[in-house]
């Protein structure tokens, strides 16, 4: 095959030009002589669509490249353009790479891209220009943008409507020339001959028929014959033949035998009874089947099966399958699981359903699938589990914590009461809703505190009064203790019943009131009406030539004291005087030297204020003295 001589290309003077005029040029590839295929090329770069329409416009199309051949004699041919490169007809579309015009997909086989293309580098690059006489990839296809200017590659097709045989060939584009591709069975320069197969070796069959047709010719390629067999024949071989490529038939020709239908089958699960008026399974033998319950016929149209003039049953095997449920129909509640005995979801298939771990079912827990392919209960449904409702005890508060809702399962509840009350009815403060739908325990209650009353003991010589604002002798119950005159607390006044079940204090005792001991006063009398109790009175007098110092009279009172300071008997100095010359007289004239003595003594005595209690010397002292002149005489 030659290459197609080109005309020398313009000088650049004359290309500018054109170019300043605006004009669009090609350069024409022209065979002189002779119809060929030509290769065309702008100069004025463009888009890929508007590549696209000019080369159609004015030539055939862009062209798409057929061989590396032509790739070959594209780059020697080509020149290097002034600016990017050539445009070829090759267009992603959906992400396949397609030639146009015959919008036939790349073949791996026909890839020629450039080192590390199609890259679509920049994205959206669904077109593709071919490298010439760039020095490196020459040759070569790169991806691009379709909105990329680059030259137009178009081409002249050599083929005409006539070049081959219609319908018996393809006209195939070479460089600068074409040639006719036959389809099977055409063969010639244009693909105007036919193969032909032997007439002779089509026979009629006994008890049958033949029909021929011919679309090429007589007996030619593609030409098909059937062969038919009369009723309650059928055909032994194949039906239809038809002329091949290699001249030959593709199959011999059948024979006519009398019809027998394939043998049938008893059914498990089910029942076959048939009648067979010319012969078992033959023609005119028909077969009817019943299945047990919970299944049903499957695979055929019929439940009674008609054997036919063409060897054939009216219908297929009917075989006995298990009825099944719809799938569809169980399905898993919410918060819930379901467990089939099967995958199958057929006759007696039972299905299980549970809740998850705090709700519990609602509806029928297991179902099965009947014979009339119904399931025997609906899906049920997963509830929350509940437990009873609590209130708030009286005397206390509840605190409830619910994750789930109110009072349901894992719920819990704090019971705490009133300070004076105490929880009862319950073995627990804190409440847990469980699996089950119960509390841990029952609803507390507050009740509220009693101590014992028969700790409240009224003292001797006293009484008690209590006063009970919670009931009686409960919480903060009070009791107050008062004793009889002359009598005095001794111990608390009060008691209250405390959050612990025990009053505050214990009972206190009633005890006389005593005010303190008297005594005699030195040279006076003392007379009490009793042992200086609450209500003692005491009286004091002086010895003669002593004046009382302080009140005659005082009492023991209420608050253990006596109702005036104690008084004191003191001397006169003239009856002091006196008294010593006395003494000092008798002493000489009678008693002598111990009684002087003792004279002095008791005169040391009454100067200083001893008193009568004094330790020193008691074995001296006199007991009671009215007078004291009397008791030395």
């Given at each position: 095959?030659?290459?197609?001589?080109n005309?020398?290309?313009?000088?650049?003077k004359?290309?500018?030009?054109?170019?300043?005029?605006?004009?669009?040029?090609?350069?024409l590839?022209?065979?002189?002589?002779?119809?060929?295929?030509?290769?065309?090329?702008?100069?004025?770069?463009m888009?890929?669509?508007?590549?696209?329409?000019?080369?159609?416009?004015?030539?055939?199309?862009?062209?798409?490249?057929?061989?590396k051949?032509e790739?070959?004699?594209?780059h020697?041919?080509?020149?290097?353009?002034?600016?990017g490169?050539?445009?070829?007809?090759?267009?992603?579309?959906?992400?396949?790479?397609t030639w146009?015009?015959t919008n036939?997909?790349l073949?791996?086989?026909?890839?020629?891209?450039?080192?590390?293309?199609?890259?679509?580098?920049?994205?959206?690059?669904?077109?593709?220009?071919?490298y010439?006489?760039?020095?490196?990839?020459?040759?070569?296809w790169?991806?691009?943008?379709?909105?990329?200017?680059n030259?137009a590659?178009?081409?002249?097709?050599?083929?005409?409507?006539d070049?081959c045989?219609s319908?018996q060939?393809?006209?195939v584009?070479?460089?600068?020339?074409?040639?006719?591709?036959?389809?099977?069975g055409?063969?010639?320069?244009r693909?105007?001959?036919?193969?032909?197969?032997?007439?002779?070796d089509?026979?009629?069959?006994?008890?049958?028929?033949?029909?021929?047709?011919?679309?090429?010719?007589?007996?030619?390629?593609?030409?098909?014959?059937?062969?038919?067999?009369?009723?309650?024949?059928?055909?032994?071989?194949?039906?239809?033949?038809?002329?091949t490529?290699t001249?030959?038939?593709?199959?011999?020709?059948?024979?006519?035998?009398?019809?027998?239908?394939?043998?049938?089958t008893e059914?498990?699960?089910?029942?076959?009874?048939?009648?067979n008026?010319?012969?078992?399974?033959?023609?005119?033998?028909?077969?009817?089947?019943?299945?047990?319950?919970?299944y049903?016929?499957?695979?055929?149209?019929?439940?009674?099966?008609?054997?036919?003039?063409?060897?054939?049953?009216?219908?297929?095997?009917?075989y006995?399958?298990i009825?099944?449920?719809?799938?569809?129909?169980?399905?898993?509640?919410?918060?819930?699981?379901?467990q089939?005995?099967?995958?199958?979801?057929?006759?007696?298939?039972?299905?299980?359903?549970?809740c998850?771990?705090?709700?519990?079912?609602?509806?029928?827990?297991?179902t099965?699938?009947?014979?009339?392919?119904?399931?025997?209960?609906r899906?049920?449904?997963c509830?929350?589990?509940?437990?009873?409702?609590?209130?708030?005890?009286?005397?206390?508060?509840m605190?409830?914590?619910d994750?789930k809702?109110?009072?349901?399962?894992?719920s819990?509840?704090?019971?705490?009461?009133?300070?004076?009350?105490?929880?009862?009815?319950?073995?627990?403060?804190?409440?847990?809703?469980?699996?089950?739908?119960h509390?841990?325990?029952?609803?507390?209650?507050c009740e509220?505190?009693k101590?014992k009353p028969?700790?409240?003991?009224?003292?001797?010589?006293?009484?008690v009064?209590?006063?009970?604002?919670?009931?009686?002798?409960?919480?903060?119950?009070?009791?107050?203790?008062s004793c009889?005159?002359?009598?005095?607390?001794?111990?608390?006044?009060?008691?209250r019943?405390?959050?612990?079940?025990?009053?505050?204090?214990?009972?206190?005792?009633?005890e006389?009131?005593?005010?303190?001991?008297?005594?005699?006063?030195a040279?006076?009398?003392?007379?009490c009406?009793?042992?200086?109790?609450?209500?003692?009175?005491?009286?004091?007098?002086?010895?003669?030539g002593?004046?009382?110092?302080?009140?005659?009279?005082?009492?023991?009172?209420?608050?253990?004291?006596?109702?005036?300071?104690?008084?004191?008997?003191?001397?006169?100095?003239e009856?002091?005087?006196?008294e010593?010359?006395?003494?000092?007289?008798?002493?000489v004239?009678?008693?002598?030297?111990?009684?002087a003595?003792?004279?002095?003594?008791?005169?040391?005595?009454n100067?200083?204020k001893?008193d009568?209690?004094?330790?020193?010397?008691?074995?001296?002292?006199p007991?009671?003295?009215?007078?004291?002149?009397?008791?030395?005489i």
């Amino acid at each position: 095959m030659g290459y197609c001589k080109n005309l020398p290309l313009p000088g650049a003077k004359l290309m500018q030009f054109f170019a300043s005029l605006g004009l669009i040029f090609s350069v024409l590839n022209i065979w002189r002589g002779t119809e060929g295929w030509s290769y065309h090329y702008s100069t004025k770069t463009m888009d890929w669509e508007d590549a696209r329409n000019w080369c159609r416009q004015n030539y055939t199309d862009m062209v798409a490249i057929q061989n590396k051949e032509e790739i070959s004699h594209l780059h020697n041919f080509l020149p290097k353009p002034n600016k990017g490169y050539y445009w070829i007809g090759m267009r992603k579309t959906d992400g396949i790479w397609t030639w146009v015009g015959t919008n036939k997909r790349l073949s791996k086989k026909a890839e020629n891209w450039a080192s590390n293309e199609p890259n679509n580098g920049g994205n959206n690059e669904d077109c593709v220009e071919m490298y010439i006489k760039r020095g490196k990839d020459d040759g070569k296809w790169n991806d691009m943008s379709c909105s990329s200017k680059n030259t137009a590659l178009c081409y002249t097709a050599s083929c005409k409507n006539d070049s081959c045989i219609s319908g018996q060939g393809e006209c195939v584009e070479t460089i600068n020339d074409h040639t006719c591709s036959c389809f099977e069975g055409f063969y010639g320069e244009r693909c105007e001959h036919v193969v032909k197969c032997k007439p002779e070796d089509i026979t009629t069959p006994h008890h049958g028929s033949v029909q021929c047709s011919h679309p090429n010719g007589n007996f030619s390629y593609d030409s098909q014959c059937e062969y038919l067999c009369k009723e309650g024949y059928k055909i032994k071989g194949t039906s239809v033949t038809r002329c091949t490529s290699t001249k030959e038939w593709s199959s011999r020709p059948p024979t006519c035998e009398f019809v027998q239908c394939p043998e049938l089958t008893e059914p498990q699960k089910g029942n076959m009874q048939c009648h067979n008026p010319l012969g078992k399974f033959s023609y005119q033998s028909n077969c009817e089947f019943v299945c047990k319950e919970g299944y049903t016929l499957g695979d055929s149209s019929s439940s009674t099966l008609f054997c036919g003039a063409n060897g054939h049953w009216n219908a297929s095997q009917p075989y006995c399958k298990i009825v099944k449920c719809k799938p569809e129909d169980i399905t898993t509640p919410d918060h819930g699981s379901v467990q089939c005995s099967n995958g199958s979801f057929s006759y007696d298939s039972n299905c299980e359903y549970s809740c998850e771990e705090g709700y519990k079912i609602k509806g029928s827990r297991t179902t099965k699938c009947t014979s009339t392919k119904e399931w025997s209960s609906r899906p049920p449904t997963c509830e929350l589990v509940q437990c009873p409702e609590l209130m708030k005890p009286l005397g206390g508060t509840m605190l409830c914590h619910d994750p789930k809702g109110n009072f349901s399962y894992q719920s819990t509840c704090d019971f705490v009461c009133d300070e004076g009350y105490t929880l009862r009815d319950s073995s627990s403060s804190t409440l847990f809703c469980g699996i089950t739908g119960h509390w841990n325990d029952s609803q507390p209650n507050c009740e509220i505190i009693k101590c014992k009353p028969e700790d409240i003991t009224t003292p001797d010589h006293g009484s008690v009064q209590c006063s009970h604002p919670n009931g009686g002798f409960s919480y903060d119950s009070k009791c107050k203790f008062s004793c009889e005159e002359g009598y005095k607390v001794k111990g608390s006044s009060t008691t209250r019943c405390t959050s612990t079940k025990e009053w505050s204090s214990r009972p206190p005792t009633c005890e006389l009131i005593q005010c303190p001991a008297l005594e005699n006063a030195a040279d006076g009398l003392l007379n009490c009406t009793s042992n200086f109790s609450y209500g003692s009175m005491c009286i004091f007098s002086c010895a003669e030539g002593y004046h009382l110092r302080g009140a005659s009279e005082i009492s023991c009172t209420e608050t253990a004291e006596w109702s005036q300071e104690t008084p004191h008997c003191e001397a006169h100095p003239e009856s002091l005087v006196t008294e010593v010359t006395l003494g000092v007289a008798a002493t000489v004239g009678s008693s002598g030297l111990l009684l002087a003595l003792w004279i002095l003594k008791k005169l040391r005595r009454n100067a200083n204020k001893f008193d009568l209690n004094s330790n020193s010397e008691t074995e001296d002292q006199p007991q009671v003295y009215k007078n004291s002149i009397s008791s030395l005489i």
